[in-house]
């Protein structure tokens, strides 16, 4: 299984930018896939997540009325819009892929639920 993410890069405070990530060698037709993000210098943590195939779409707080994750299920595909930016969102992002989907709910925010990882794209956000 691979995840080729796109998109990314610099922005001004108050703008918008799209992450998209397309999984590749899937075995399984079922999976949750979302993303997570990494500020300099701060731990990993969740951003978003669409639970096993769109059964529910799950934010951290900071990107709730910001941030939209949506599915192509025929490109096994998922996009973040990301609006209303700030200079807190500038993180590297990953994109990340639950399959065959094994992770229990309570564990959906968390790294450890995600077997599979793209390769980070930077998103930074100027003031």
């Known amino acids: 299984v691979q995840l080729q993410a796109s998109g990314g890069g610099l922005v001004q405070a108050g703008g918008s930018l799209g992450l998209s990530c397309e999984a590749s060698?899937?075995?399984?037709?079922?999976?949750?896939m979302g993303w997570f993000r990494q500020a300099p210098g701060k731990e990993r943590e969740f951003v978003a997540c669409?639970?096993?195939?769109?059964?529910?779409?799950y934010y951290t707080d900071s990107a709730k009325g910001r941030f939209t994750l949506s599915r192509d299920s025929a490109k096994n595909s998922v996009y973040l819009q990301m609006d209303s930016l700030k200079p807190e969102d500038t993180a590297v992002y990953y994109c990340?892929?639950?399959?065959?989907?094994?992770?229990?709910?309570?564990?959906?925010?968390?790294?450890?639920?995600?077997?599979?990882w793209g390769q980070g794209t930077l998103v930074t956000v100027s003031s």
């Open positions: 060698g899937l075995t399984s037709s079922t999976y949750s």
């Open positions: 669409m639970w096993r195939n769109g059964v529910r779409t």
């Open positions: 990340v892929l639950d399959t065959p989907p094994l992770t229990i709910l309570s564990e959906r925010y968390s790294a450890r639920g995600y077997d599979y």
